[in-house]
T-cell receptor, first 111, second 113 residues
Framework: DQQVKQNSPSLSVQEGRISILNCDYT??????FLWYKKYPAEGPTFLIS?????DKNEDGRFTVFLNKSAKHLSLHIVPSQPGDSAVYFC??????????FGTGTSLTVIP | DTGVSQDPRHKITKRGQNVTFRCDPI?????LYWYRQTLGQGPEFLTY????????KSRLLSDRFSAERPKGSFSTLEIQRTEQGDSAMYLC???????????FGPGTRLTVL
């Protein structure tokens, strides 16, 4: 059973516009959420995270929003740049030490 | 380079052979994770170490898989009697006790013929 879901396998956005990547989770015990970025032939790279006590966290061009009642989080990238083209994974963890990852969204930023 | 390193980066083996992968963590990170990733999927948790103790194992980790972290530093993941279904990218990630963020290595891509 997939506890973290990314329902959009791919997304294309024009350079300079906003990219919005979505993630849903099913386990209400999750209390920490992360976004990772992955280029081909490399391991995932940590991007930004948010604790369940917050509903927003911002780091430069990247903002993560958390809606606990809807069990939904999203990553906003503004403005999008061609170098942002990659696969983005969301991940969640709870009281244990396991991290659960979504299936990823491939973002293409068109120059 | 002080990041997480994995060796080898690629491994091609014949079905039935044993393979072993190594992960060297960031030096101050006492927590180490192994994941498996197949095409179109996100990383799937396999096992977790805190220092040298293996504290959690996924049900994905069959008895053909074994992992060790003998001195709480580097870790090895061994797969015995490999099967074609074992073909995947094997990722290692580490973190320290203060933060939830994991840092991933580049992975070992295993192909079982």
């Amino acid at each position: 059973d997939q506890q973290v879901k990314q329902n959009s396998p791919s997304l294309s956005v024009q350079e300079g516009r906003i990219s919005i990547l979505n993630c849903d989770y099913t386990n209400s015990m999750f209390d920490y959420f992360l976004w990772y970025k992955k280029y081909p032939a490399e391991g995932p790279t940590f991007l930004i995270s948010i604790s369940s006590i917050k509903d927003k966290n911002e780091d430069g061009r990247f903002t993560v929003f958390l809606n606990k009642s809807a069990k939904h989080l999203s990553l906003h990238i503004v403005p999008s740049q061609p170098g942002d083209s990659a696969v983005y994974f969301c991940a969640a963890s709870g009281a244990g030490n396991q991290f659960y990852f979504g299936t990823g969204t491939s973002l293409t930023v068109i120059p | 380079d002080t990041g997480v390193s994995q060796d080898p980066r690629h491994k091609i083996t014949k079905r039935g052979q044993n393979v072993t992968f190594r992960c060297d963590p960031i030096s101050e990170h006492n927590r180490l994770y192994w994941y498996r990733q197949t095409l179109g999927q996100g990383p799937e948790f396999l096992t977790y170490f805190q220092n040298e103790a293996q504290l959690e194992k996924s049900r994905l980790l069959s008895d053909r898989f074994s992992a060790e972290r003998p001195k709480g530093s580097f870790s090895t993941l061994e797969i015995q009697r490999t099967e074609q279904g074992d073909s995947a990218m094997y990722l290692c990630a580490t973190r320290n006790r203060a933060y939830n963020e994991q840092f991933f290595g580049p992975g070992t891509r295993l192909t079982v013929l």
